[in-house]
């Protein structure tokens, strides 16, 4: 079965204090893998998306890196305006679109 | 690009009623999307596939009759909750698909039923 595991489900830390978020997942056959960020009472944001193994993404002071088995979002000298659940998803060889999601990590980042 | 918008961003209904939920591309044709449901604290669940012009697919677990998907048109797909209950009270978010991947979801549609 298709499945897709984030940790830690929380995470809080300092202002400035760099930190990684993991997904792991185990699937049949790994089409992309995506991240987006979820504010309360809204709709998921696109940040990423990895296609194969050892790719690796930026966008300002996040990074996002893949291996055959899991992904990490790397999180460098947050800002309070980062806080927010962070989603991981799979999407798998053979589904148009369809995305299999982890359970999030809601990240808060303290001034 | 590729906005989706969904209307109305929440709603409140009485037990028994029949809510409808938009969804729209507004600056893309989608020939796909996605409806998700979210409980509080919870991932997003899938709930069914929308195709344009075709009965949508729903995954294990979730009642046709009761969530009703139409996708008339390449910009527009509308889920109907048909005899609303309390415990249907949810966030409802819908995707629109550009083609292979998965890009944009709207903002979401909190759904609370008296």
């Given at each position: ?33 995506f991240w987006y960020r ?6 998921p944001e696109f940040l990423f998306t ?62 | 690009?590729a ?92 995707s ?6 998965v890009l944009t979801f ?9």
């Open positions: 079965e298709d499945q897709v595991t984030q940790s830690p489900e929380a995470l809080r830390l300092q202002e400035g204090e760099s930190s990684s978020l993991n997904c792991s997942y185990t699937v049949s056959g790994l089409r992309g893998l979820q504010d309360p009472g809204k709709g990895l296609y194969s193994a050892g790719e690796e993404k930026e966008k300002e002071r996040l990074k996002a890196t893949l291996t055959k088995k899991e992904s990490f979002l790397h999180i460098t000298a947050p800002k309070p305006e980062d806080s927010a659940t962070y989603l991981c998803a799979v999407q798998t060889r053979g589904n148009t679109g369809k995305l299999i999601f982890g359970q999030g990590t809601t990240l808060q980042v303290k001034p | 690009g906005v989706v918008s969904q209307h109305p961003s929440w709603v409140i209904c009485k037990s028994g009623t029949s809510v409808k939920i938009e969804c729209r591309s507004l600056d893309f044709q989608a020939t796909t999307m996605f409806w998700y449901r979210q409980f509080p604290k919870q991932s997003l669940m899938l709930m069914a596939t929308s195709n344009e012009g075709s009965k949508a697919t729903y995954e294990q677990g979730v009642e046709k009759d009761k969530f009703l998907i139409n996708h008339a048109s390449l910009t527009l797909s509308t889920l109907t909750v048909t005899s609303a209950h309390p415990e249907d009270s949810s966030f409802y978010i819908c629109a698909s550009l083609g292979a991947n709207g903002a979401g549609s909190r759904l609370t039923v008296l």
